[in-house]
């Protein structure tokens, strides 16, 4: 499951750890800026009192600022790496609000000023694309341990990389996806039982066969992500990693895995290669049929962390160390210098439903339809403030303000993402899903993704247990019972989006992403 927003949170069960002490190295200086929600002490706002309100939220985005800076500096100069914590999550550092009346009409032509502030400031910029020069310097590790061509009778992109190890070690003692996940532990005692007998000799050598996927299905979070990875995975020429998100190519390869415990050592490539071995030895089994050698085995690789698309918040603790206004590489850039010909699988929904089912969904306790206004309200004024200064992708992209609003209304803006990554990759290597659509028809939706990944036919019953079996990862009870966001809520929340949706409908060249009909 997608990580409670973003890069920098944890668990649920993490939550009072985010109270503690940012360090900022060396004894300097230590912040305590945890806020808790004020909002029944305070009076309502309106346009009359709003620029007393963004005065606030702006000295509260410039503290962020310089907090980001000390603490991203601290870590490029001492490299004190458990040391180290990073900006707390949205909903323990709160910047100081005033309470939304809801009844008044003030507070709702504030937020609609809001709104029509950010969305005349709406802009798409193409962005500079690095070369593979800079990226081989900034990941050089990844380029070394991949080749650029693949075996050229497997359908997935698999190589033989010579194993030095010692054959008595076990050779997952060291992973730490094995380490840090407990329930996998059955999965890697197979693997390891089946290692040495997937060792190839050759010429005095050793060799094991490494794999990455065919594909990626690469977001958005709560759009339908899960339910599509549990129905591809019942296909037989499919295999997916042995655990649905990874989440390597947007944190585990920083060494993030929870907030409270601040950056681990970077899990190193070969941890993540172990993720696909399952699937690698049953393709490597297939190599080894007398009745296949000479036919292209055709099973292929599927890896499903819904936040390859949008995340790139490490970048600014990595990257230039934090001193541009954008990141200068994203995900996108080394998956397409490894892997130009990788396929990805894009499931979107409305993102004014997609928000309040994020909002759902993470474990906050006393959840209502007005605690949300409440949070989109002030993520709203965040986003605006962020603009006054700098330009849109740059906020999108932006850590600090990522992570001080009370909800992700960035994950929402995906033509900003998906032009991105069209700016590497071919319109012809993503295929964009609706939730709605897959909701209305599976079969029609599975039939679009078995035609993208060129999977071959399948018997009425497999077609019939993939496309007919429940709906995975739906909406609890208790969250069902809240009902539906306020109606002001949601005309406020369709106003801050249709300008990307516009530009999403037109890029895709379908109106059905203008969600009108939603």
Known sequence: MDYKYGLLTGAVDEVEDYKRKSVLGDGWLSLLTTVEDSRGLCQPWGPQNLGSLRKVKVFSFLFCLVATFFIMASYVLTRDQKGLLLTPSPHHVRVMSQSSNLSSGRDYAGVKEVVRNIVARVEFRQRKVPDLTELREREAHIFSAIPRKFLPNLKNPCWYEEYTGNSTVDPYGQNLYALYSKRFQVVYDHLRSAFQEHLRPEAGRLYRLRCLPYFYIIGQPKCGTTDLYDRLRLHPQVQFTTMKEPHWWTRKRFGIIRLSEGFH???????????????????????????????????????????????????????????????????????????????????????????????????????????????????????????????????????????????????????????????????????????????????????????????????????????????????????????PMLPVTREILQSFYGPFNQRLAQVLRDPAFLWTQS
């Open 265 to 483: 050592s970077p899990y190193p490539l070969k941890d993540y290669l172990d993720l696909f071995d399952q699937a690698a030895y049953q393709i490597q089994d297939l190599l080894g049929s007398s009745s296949r050698r000479n036919t292209k085995t055709d099973i292929i690789i599927g890896e499903a962390s819904a936040s390859t698309m949008w995340d790139n918040n490490a970048w600014v603790y990595f990257y230039d160390n934090g001193t541009g206004m954008e990141p200068p590489c994203l995900v996108q850039d080394f998956i397409h210098a490894v892997q130009p010909d990788a396929k990805f699988i894009v499931m979107l929904r409305d993102p004014v439903e997609r928000l309040y089912s994020d909002y759902l969904y993470f474990g906050m306790a006393n959840k209502t339809v007005e605690d949300f206004h409440e949070r989109v309200s002030e993520s709203l004024q965040l986003f605006e403030v962020c603009l006054a200064e700098r330009s849109m992708r740059s906020c999108v992209y932006n850590t600090t303000l990522n992570n001080a609003m009370p909800v992700r209304l960035q994950v929402g803006l995906y033509v900003v993402y998906l032009l991105d990554w069209l700016s590497v990759f071919s319109r012809e290597q993503i295929l964009v899903l609706r939730l709605e659509d897959h909701a209305a028809s599976r079969k029609h939706t599975m039939h679009k993704v078995f035609d993208f990944l060129q999977l071959g036919p399948l018997t009425q019953q497999k077609e019939a247990d993939i496309t007919k079996s429940p709906a995975s990862n739906t909406r609890r009870p208790a969250n069902r019972n809240l009902g």
